[in-house]
């Protein structure tokens, strides 16, 4: 089995900052990603696109391309459009390239996988016409597709905002911005204000944002609750109580948000320990200070392992990449702590402002864990809220036996879409907070795999 002595999983910023830093050490270092182009989410596709389109996203995009020339300039190899479908705790890896899959292993792994949006099942939510912003903005950055017909954003959380500001300087028509974070959430966030302003320009972007769109004539409606998106075939509308009245407002597309959250399918696949974020309201692996995860050998950085926002993750990434210098033995631990000092203290500011999004952001209760009976949470399996209460009232009692009962979660997806859902309406109907210790058990393939592709399982790929 081809061995690497340090394979860098992901290339958004955690995971470049980490193969350049380490790679500049000396390390032999290999860094796999799905994409096509290092990048991550945020940086999607900033080596090759088009400068009108880099201007329109924005300076923040922009930075991305001095990470991505670092990294071409350090020696770490590179996989892109390479899918893992398999991580252990012996530090092999199962990838998937060409349509070939096989199995690398290494001495060291960083896992730097980022985060997903949180899927939110909500009356409507599988109509097509309804997407995620997530999704839109990644037309738009790999391919500069908008929205024709105009658009209406609604959930909670930043990138609501800065999607909406992007399609405005893109000419797209945003019918209306409905934010559905309760009104109480100002008031929780208020104590974390003077924290927040140490990282003021974070706060003072958003309101930028804000006013231009406002400017612009963008409508927005604050305090959202019982949103329906309907239709027929395909959407038609969407539905909500707005000040307590009934609002109806036409649209062929809607794009939600509900915030992002660690994608850890990976760490856990891999065996790591997890526990559950009250805050963030997700899973996130156990780690020490250098991100050494309960797995010898596995470290979890940038928003895979708590989502800090692309400047912490790109700290995060080159304390990793030192921290793996320090493990195999090209500097010693003073050197790492040295090296690692000024990082740790940028992350530490830029950190300061995430109490106060997560308390201004914080989703309502309700939505996360009480979609109406009828609405289908797992996509895969078709399997509705109502079939969920079901097996739980009939004795199974967390997200496993939910799964083994329904069958929810074991779909191509593997459960990514639907576990956080299953966990938190399991914890609602049993009213135990503490049943929320542990969702899906992750088995391989985490990503789809044919049985041809296992059984032709090679060692080894070549990496450009
Ligand atoms: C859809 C989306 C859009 C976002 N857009 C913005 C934005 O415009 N501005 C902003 O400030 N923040 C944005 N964020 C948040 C932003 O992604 C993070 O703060 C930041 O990018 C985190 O960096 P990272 O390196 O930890 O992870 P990421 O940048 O997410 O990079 C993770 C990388 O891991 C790869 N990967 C994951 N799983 C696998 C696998 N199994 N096999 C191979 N490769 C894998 C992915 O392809 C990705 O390139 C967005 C988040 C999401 C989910």
Not at 179 to 207: C, E, F, T, V
Not at 430 to 454: A, C, F, H, N, V
């Amino acid at each position: 089995m081809e061995k690497h002595e340090l394979v860098v999983i992901g290339g958004g910023p955690a995971g470049l900052a980490a193969a350049t830093t380490a790679a500049n050490a000396g390390i032999e270092c290999l860094l796999i990603d799905e994409q096509a182009n290092p990048g991550g989410q945020i940086y999607r596709a900033v080596g090759t696109i088009p400068e009108q389109r880099a201007t329109l996203l924005g300076p923040d995009y922009n930075y991305g391309r001095k990470l991505v020339d670092q990294f071409n300039q350090s020696s770490a190899s590179y996989l892109p459009s390479t899918t893992l479908w398999n991580l252990n705790s012996q530090l092999e890896i199962g990838i998937l390239r060409d349509g070939k899959a096989s199995l690398i292993s290494a001495d060291r792994i960083i896992i730097a996988t980022g985060a997903m949006e949180r899927p939110v099942p909500f009356p409507g939510w599988t109509l097509p016409g309804v997407m995620s912003a997530g999704a839109g903005q990644i037309l738009l950055k790999s391919s500069g597709l908008v929205p024709a017909q105009g658009v209406v954003l609604a959930g909670v959380g930043p990138l609501l905002l800065l999607l909406a500001w992007q399609y405005l300087h893109a000419g797209v028509k945003i019918h209306a911005i409905l934010d559905m974070s309760p009104a109480g959430n100002i008031w929780r966030a208020l104590p974390h204000l003077p924290g927040a302003l140490l990282a003021h320009h974070y706060i003072l972007k958003g309101l930028r944002y804000q006013l231009q769109l406002k400017l612009a004539g963008v409508k927005f409606f604050n305090g959202v609750t019982e949103f329906h998106a309907v239709g027929g075939d395909a959407l038609e509308a969407v539905e909500f109580t707005h000040r307590g009245g009934r609002q109806r407002i036409d649209s062929q597309l809607l794009l939600s948000h509900f915030g992002v959250i660690p994608d850890s399918h990976l760490s856990r696949c891999a065996g790591c320990d997890h526990s559950w974020d009250a805050n963030q309201l997700c899973w996130r692996p156990v780690a020490d200070k250098w991100d050494n995860s309960s797995v010898d050998g596995i470290a979890i950085v940038g928003d895979g392992s708590g989502i800090g926002g692309a400047v912490a993750a790109r700290h995060a990434g080159r304390i990793a990449g030192f921290e793996a210098a320090r493990a195999l033995g090209y500097i010693s631990e003073q050197e790492r702590n040295e090296a690692a000092r000024n990082d740790q203290r940028w992350m530490r500011d830029d950190l300061r402002v995430r109490p106060f999004l997560e308390a201004r952001f914080h989703p309502p209760a309700e939505l996360l864990s009480a979609p109406p009976d009828e609405t289908v949470v797992c996509r895969c399996e078709e399997i509705n809220a109502g079939a969920i209460r079901t097996a739980i009232h009939a004795g199974h009692k967390d997200a496993n036996q939910v799964k083994f009962l329904t069958r929810c979660g074991m779909g191509p997806c593997q459960g990514r879409q639907c576990d956080n859902a299953v966990s938190q309406i399991v914890a609602r109907e049993l009213g135990d907070k503490k049943m929320i210790s542990g969702g899906y058990r992750i088995r391989p393939p985490i990503r789809p795999l044919t049985i041809e592709q296992l059984a032709a399982l090679n060692e080894g790929a070549d990496p450009k």
